[in-house]
């Protein structure tokens, strides 16, 4: 897969999110996406993403994992919705930090999919282990093809 693909299926996704209300309020942002990878980022603010212990709420890492794992999803073209989602919070985060997501296709079936999706801070401390179910809703008819 050239470079040039990946830079067309990182701009369709980029376009197909960006009408995701949840998406836009947590400030999440597509840093790199291929086929059967993406990697999600997103800055912690205080006013967004924390609890009142001044850390990231866990259902705001809960939002970027499953995020991450549903762009993956795209990436092969399935349309999804989560069916089953399992979370290890290991390490959390504070405001001004970013979460980095990586989510990485483990089965990719016809009915359902099985994606995981690590969360890691800035200098690379594991925050979060999670892998989830989806169920294969449909297509994306008009993925760009490499």
């Given amino acids: 897969m050239g470079e040039d693909y990946s830079q ?5 996704i980029e376009k197909t999110y960006e009408i995701n209300a949840l998406v836009n309020l947590l400030d999440m942002k597509i840093k790199d996406i291929e086929m059967g990878k993406a990697i999600l980022t997103m800055k912690i603010s205080a006013q967004k993403h924390t609890n009142l212990y001044k850390v990231v709420h866990g259902g705001a890492l809960a939002s970027l994992a499953d ?4 762009v993956v999803c795209a990436t092969v073209g399935k ?14 985060i504070g405001p ?3 979460a980095i997501a990586v989510g990485r ?12 999706a690590e969360l890691f801070n800035e200098s690379d401390n594991l925050l979060v282990k999670a892998r989830a179910t989806f169920f294969v809703t449909g297509r994306f008819e008009d993925l760009p093809h490499a």
Avoid at 8 to 12: I, M, P
Avoid at 67 to 70: A, D, F, K
């Fill in 67 to 70: 995020t991450v794992m549903g």
């Fill in 79 to 92: 349309r999804v919705i989560t069916l089953d989602m399992n979370m290890n919070y290991i390490k959390n």
């Fill in 96 to 98: 001004g930090e970013t």
């Fill in 8 to 12: 067309r299926l990182k701009e369709y």
């Fill in 105 to 116: 296709i483990l089965h990719n079936g016809n009915k359902t999919m099985v994606v995981e």
